[in-house]
């Protein structure tokens, strides 16, 4: 069996996602418990205990989810699509919020008011391979000293131009959200490996210094793992928040089990209107209070430094031991019930 480095990984013939994919530990760890692996990290200025962000989806991140990530070392990034963005400006009370989303045509009066709120501003489109999304970031950094985010991209081909106009972090990939539909109506994206680490080359080889969100396709902790050791400064997450406590939204019941709706940002019941979509709405089990998720993905990702020797989340993004695994090595490895 052939050790692939992220190198190999890049110039694999096929397009890779978290599931072709596993690490292997090749050396004898030192760390003694899981609990010695350190998660801490630095994002746009922000001390996090773990290198996770929500997706600013209205059935993800509210005021309640933002805050409670907050608390948790955690970045939720607020939504723009409800009442939240206005409670926000128009609250007297500080709240313990960090970053928020706006739209192409969020003005500059409002975008002033949440950089005085020390807010990072996260540009919330579907292809940040467009100029009037450099524009908007360009006339954000020309104007106010704050953070931008912006999104979304499947390839590094272009991560120079975002970098020019200003982008601090870009979230990288298309279509691979679990109810996103967009390859399917437009026929574009790439599997999330290969978009990471096509994106990370190109920042190695060009030097910049954009951080890299991973934003769509990850399912366990595992997949939160495998993200940081292809070169993710963070991860994105939206099913694996949806259905907690804290989501905005009614915990319904139907059959005798406990849901909550959860859909894509381009999906009609956001839109609502008769337009092009590219997003799904469905239901998803009530899973709790976020702060069982947020443990459970701690968890596992500690568990995963143990296994590859790795004390630090540095330290894991220089892991060079990947596998590509068969369909039936993939099958191997789930739990038969």
């Known amino acids: 069996m052939k050790v692939y480095t992220k190198k190999d990984l890049n110039e694999f013939h096929q397009s890779l996602t978290y599931d072709d994919i596993s690490l292997i530990p090749t050396e004898v760890s030192e760390i003694k418990s899981r609990t010695e692996a350190k998660t801490d990290t630095n994002f746009l200025g922000i001390k996090l205990k773990l290198p996770i962000l929500s997706s600013p989806m209205d059935t993800v991140t509210g005021i309640e989810m933002a805050e409670a990530l907050s608390k948790l070392g955690c970045l939720g990034i607020l939504n723009r699509f409800d009442s939240s963005l206005n409670e926000v400006l128009n609250s007297k009370n500080k709240l313990n919020i960090k970053a928020v989303s706006i739209s192409l045509s969020t003005g500059l009066d409002v975008i002033e008011k949440l950089v005085e709120k020390k807010m990072i501003i996260c540009i919330d489109t579907a292809n940040a391979n467009n100029k009037e999304v450099l524009k908007k970031c360009e006339s954000i950094k020309n104007k106010f000293e704050t953070k931008v985010i912006i999104g979304n991209i499947a390839h590094g081909g272009t991560l120079q131009d975002l970098e020019n106009a200003g982008a601090d972090a870009v979230r990288v990939g298309i279509g691979s959200g679990s109810v996103c539909t967009t390859s399917i109506q437009t ?63 009614e915990v319904i019941k139907y059959k005798g089990q406990l849901w909550k709706k959860y859909r894509g940002s381009a999906s009609f019941g956001v839109k609502m209107r008769n337009e092009f979509i590219e997003g799904e709405e469905t239901m998803v089990p009530y899973k709790g209070t976020v702060e069982n998720v947020i443990n459970a993905i701690s968890d596992g990702l500690r568990s995963s430094m143990s296994y590859m020797n790795c004390f630090t989340l540095n330290e894991l993004r220089k892991v060079e031991t990947f596998a590509v695994l068969s369909n039936s090595s993939y099958l191997e490895r789930l739990p038969k019930t």
């Open 187 to 249: 026929g574009i994206g790439i599997g999330q490996v290969s978009s990471i680490l096509n994106v990370y080359f190109n920042r190695e080889e060009k030097k910049l210094k954009i951080k890299i969100i991973a934003d769509g396709g990850i399912k366990s902790p595992g997949d939160v793992a495998k993200a940081i050791a292809l070169g993710a400064d963070v991860v994105m997450l939206g099913r694996m928040l949806s259905g907690t406590k804290e989501t905005p939204g």
